[in-house]
């Protein structure tokens, strides 16, 4: 049973922090924008028995460092796939389930195109395939801007009703609160950088018929960022994707219903040919 945080350095620069817990097949989780690692804790902690959780934190999030020369202008989501698939080579693991909420699913896309043979299957919850629209890439480069002047409290405000249930908002646990404090205290920089990444990040949707992958796709009913609707379209256009809807959740199901999402999580890995 490993238990440990690794703090890597990386050839392009950057410093990533990865939290280590389980055994078993390997199960990377990236996570979403902006958050880092811990919004994984229940996962690793219910599932930890049986498979091995990588958790790590992308350049800039949470206990990770970005390169000294990074500047958000020219930032894409395939240097995070690439710094992943560096931290997993350093780490001895050649091949992983991938995991990743909302942001950490872009990465993911990105991660299948550059390093295809790596993916072992996908877990993909509260994401999408398809690229922004020109005015919402537009409206992200223009917050991108406004965080490096004026900080993160312009975002995360604005963003706290629309992540998550009635239910969460309802009544928030301390775990609930912890994860937006994380937002709160999340580098302006790093948080500006996958604006501008996101902003550019390529359309997926046509790639969707050709990715032959065990997948699995959970969705907070109540998401109204990557709503359900939208991911039935995906599920329905990968051949071996099924979409599971968590009730009592929002953006983040990971942490809003764990119970359900661990139990979908163990039954879809349980099914998986051993790597
Ligand atoms: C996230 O949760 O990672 C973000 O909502 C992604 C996005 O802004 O598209």
């Avoid at 872009?106 to 790596?118: I, L, M, S």
């Amino acid at each position: 049973m490993t238990d440990s945080e690794l703090t890597i350095a990386l050839s392009r620069g950057s410093t990533l922090f990865v939290r280590q817990y389980g055994r078993g097949i390997p199960v990377l989780c990236v996570h979403g924008f902006p958050l880092d690692h811990s919004m994984w804790r229940q996962q690793w902690e219910g599932l930890g028995d049986q498979f091995l959780f990588l958790a790590p934190d992308l350049a800039g999030f949470g206990r990770s460092i970005l390169a000294d020369d990074t500047q958000a202008t020219d930032a894409s989501l395939e240097s995070d796939a690439d710094d992943l698939a560096e931290l997993l080579d350093r780490m001895g693991h050649a091949r992983v389930v991938f995991c990743g909420l909302s942001m950490g699913g872009y990465v993911g896309w990105q991660f299948w195109r550059r390093h295809p043979a790596r993916v072992a299957g996908f877990v993909l919850c509260d994401t999408r395939a398809a690229a922004d629209t020109p005015e919402v890439a537009r409206g992200r480069r223009v917050m991108a801007e406004r965080i490096l002047k004026e900080g993160m409290e312009i975002l995360v405000e604005p963003m706290l009703p629309r992540l998550f249930s009635n239910a969460t908002l309802t009544a928030p646990d301390a775990r609930i609160f912890g994860l937006i404090q994380r937002m709160r205290s999340c580098s302006p920089l790093a948080a500006a950088r996958v604006l501008m990444a996101m902003a550019n990040r390529p359309d997926m949707e046509a790639l969707l018929p050709t990715i032959d992958l065990p997948t699995l796709l959970l969705c907070g009913e109540e998401d109204v960022i990557t709503p359900p609707a939208e991911m039935q379209q995906m599920a329905a256009r990968m051949p071996q994707a099924k979409l599971q809807r968590i009730p009592s959740a929002g953006h983040l199901a990971p942490a809003e219903n764990a119970a359900l999402v661990n139990r979908a999580i163990r039954e879809f890995l349980d099914r998986l040919p051993q790597p």
